[in-house]
């Protein structure tokens, strides 16, 4: 199984921790689905799944595979809880105490009002489990950058503390090959913006 992961394109608020706050594309993040979709129009996919969050969904419409597309509440990103819509500068000056938490206990940190990431990044793993299960032979999976990240990591058997390995580009497309008993990551963020 090919599993083509694309990110959202950049969105109206890029800097702020924007989980599960619906948020649009901006022009910009626009722009980057297009030209993204270029390099996927090749491909016959015989599936497609996507994040129910819009800026997921509009970069989906952008893409324009011509597969009807699975919404997946499994696929949506992390809740940040209290600290959604707000920069790392504004959490650090209303909550530095769970920002220090965070720093120590990385993967069994909560947000506070929000999702569990040892939660997160079960229910991430579970539905790559049962893709796996699935008789496709080239997916398209539309999501957010702490899935993709969650997702390689359970993938290729990097533990989840290995997260921010993986830089993920906005609408950029990332493939893994799905063997019977190994993945293997064949590329990595092409796309979404034009090289150079």
Same mark, same amino acid.
Request: charged share 25%; net charge negative; aromatic share 10%.
């Given at each position: 199984?090919?599993?083509?992961?694309?990110?959202? *394109?950049?969105?109206?608020? @890029?800097?702020?921790?924007?989980?599960?706050?619906?948020?649009?594309?901006? @022009?910009?993040?626009?722009?980057? $689905? +297009?030209?993204?979709?270029?390099?996927?129009? $090749?491909?016959? %996919?015989?599936?497609?799944?996507?994040? @129910?969050?819009?800026?997921?969904?509009?970069? /989906?419409?952008?893409?324009?595979?011509?597969?009807?597309?699975?919404?997946?509440?499994? /696929?949506? =990103?992390?809740? %940040? *809880?209290? !600290?959604?819509? /707000?920069?790392?500068?504004?959490?650090a000056e209303r909550d530095q105490?769970?920002?220090?938490?965070?720093?120590?206990?990385?993967?069994? %940190?909560?947000?506070?009002?929000? =999702?569990?990431? =040892?939660?997160?990044?079960?229910?991430?793993?579970? !539905?790559?489990?049962?893709?796996?299960?699935?008789?496709?032979?080239?997916?398209?999976?539309?999501?957010?950058?702490?899935?993709?990240? +969650?997702?390689?990591?359970?993938?290729?058997?990097?533990?989840?503390?290995?997260?921010?390995? %993986? *830089?993920?580009?906005?609408?950029?497309?990332?493939?893994?090959?799905?063997? @019977?008993?190994?993945?293997?990551?064949?590329?990595?963020?092409?796309?979404g913006e034009r090289d150079g």
């Amino acid at each position: 199984m090919h599993i083509y992961l694309v990110r959202h *394109g950049r969105t109206t608020a @890029p800097d702020a921790y924007n989980g599960s706050t619906d948020i649009a594309l901006s @022009p910009e993040g626009m722009q980057q $689905a +297009r030209y993204s979709s270029s390099l996927l129009k $090749a491909i016959a %996919f015989d599936a497609c799944y996507c994040s @129910p969050l819009q800026r997921c969904r509009d970069t /989906l419409d952008l893409l324009g595979v011509p597969v009807t597309a699975a919404i997946e509440d499994e /696929l949506r =990103e992390i809740d %940040f *809880g209290r !600290w959604e819509g /707000l920069t790392l500068a504004q959490i650090a000056e209303r909550d530095q105490l769970n920002l220090d938490r965070w720093q120590r206990e990385r993967g069994r %940190f909560s947000f506070p009002g929000g =999702e569990g990431i =040892e939660t997160f990044s079960r229910r991430v793993a579970d !539905w790559f489990d049962r893709l796996a299960c699935r008789d496709h032979q080239r997916v398209l999976v539309v999501t957010h950058a702490g899935v993709i990240r +969650r997702a390689l990591c359970h993938l290729l058997g990097f533990g989840h503390d290995h997260v921010y390995t %993986f *830089g993920i580009r906005e609408a950029g497309i990332t493939l893994v090959h799905r063997r @019977p008993d190994f993945c293997v990551l064949e590329f990595l963020n092409r796309g979404g913006e034009r090289d150079g």
